[in-house]
């Protein structure tokens, strides 16, 4: 197969920075593409035009006039507006009222209804511009019906039988699932369940989309090599091993990278003073800025840990929450978060802030330009993820100067290496069992180092300095996404697709794998 030919690459994403954040899935789709594209490729991305998506503040043209787009057993119309991100990717945004004209982006009772619809009207949004994909890239459960239709109602359609579709995984844990209804909405009651014999028989009486995503996309991948590894084990898998497990070799593990010239404290509008590896003194004032603004006694001398976060149960908080006694009584240090998410949470935090107001800052709120400030003016950053399939929090604190202290899973084993005073090796603190005196022991380990102001300027320049740029991943992506053209194309070995349960009665699909033997570099994980 010709590698060096243009590729056309369908991004589909709920979210994108800037028009729309929950968590590290926008800030991939917001910069992964610009880095596609940098390797000269056609990628343009399409999402819902979400009610917060002002036109007038993004600048959007129309670009399509409604048009019909099957759901259900009906049609409802689609118009598209064209923005972009970058110098030149453009990005579409589907429009229906109805659907998406509300203040937020999930959690809404017809999701399911919401995230079909956007998947159908940006494939026929492609056939109405005449732009053929060559790939379409599917992230997460919102977009996993693609790989599905693909492999059914799109198998033989003229238009797109040699798209070839690649599914990323970014959390396995939100798997949108939903009940039969949803096979009708997405017009496969045809097929029916997917009676997998791996799978748990519950999960058969469901539709589980990113299950289908697994089952049906031509390549998989997600975010870091080691959760790739992780996620075909009962520990991570999330129930979904087994049909992981199956599916082994054609799934990858690619290190997200984040954004330079969103996240770049030489540049950054937000902070109150901009620095580089080469002007670390110029870091400083940011520290005191951020303790002002977060209420806290303006201490050089002890560190400043912070944490941005999602907070779900993911990330670790039960730990920090048997910990901070202790922390707070026998740890000279301050704490500062930023994070939104579940109500008990938000309890937790705010007794915490109560019984420590001079050592402990608490803002329950997603608010991007504190989280630079709290990036560029703390010491430490802390992750304690139970699970963490890449992470960018740590990346953009290191690149910030804040020293990482995270639990060794996913892509924060992949990129933090514990600190060894023996050696002076490491760029951060990590510790392995999910365990809070792992955390605690972690926690006073980077604190006792900070004293060394000397070894703590080294951590700090080390992670400055290291590479988390896009460009290395983004050619992996489109190694990827060769590999999935040629998984759709070349049709060489028939493989068996899921048993589809309808009506009492089983059938086999046929589907198509690629034979070549690759050697085992070249095999997933
Ligand atoms: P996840 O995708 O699981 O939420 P990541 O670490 O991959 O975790 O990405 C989180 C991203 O969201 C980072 O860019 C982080 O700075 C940002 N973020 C998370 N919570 C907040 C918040 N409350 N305010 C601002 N930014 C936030």
Redesign the pocket.
Known sequence: MNTSRSLKILFLSAEVVPFA????????AGSLPKAIRALGHDIRIAMPRYGRVSPDRFDLRPKLDPFPVPLDDMEEPASILEGHIGEDVPVYFVENARLFDREGIYMYPDDAERFIFYCRAALEMCRQMGWRPDVIHCNDWHTAIIPNWMQTVYRDDPFFKDTATLYTI??LAYQGIFGYRVLEIAGLEEYGFIAHPDLAPDLNDVVDLMARGILFADIINT?SERYAREILTPEFGERLDPILRDRRDRLFGVL?G?DYEV?NPATDPHIASRFDSDHLEARRPNKAALQREAGLPEREDIPLIGA?????D??GFDLIAEIIDAWMQHVPSQFIL????EQRYHELFEGIQERYPDRVAV??????P???RI?AGTDMFL?P?RF?????????AMHYGSVPIVRATG?LADTVRDYDPRTGEGNGFSFKSYDALALYAALVRAVETFKYRDVWRRLMLRGMRADFSWQRSARKYVDLYYRAIATRRGAHRPEEYPTWRRDGTAERMGGHQVVEDEGESNRGV
Do not use: W
């Open positions: 954040k929950t968590g590290g899935l926008a800030d991939v970014h959390n975010v997200n984040i996240f941005i976060s999602r907070l779900s993911q990330k930023l994070g939104t998410g803002f329950l709120t997603f608010n991007a504190l989280a630079q990036y992750m993820s963490e399939p890449c992470g960018l929090g740590q990346m953009i892509g």
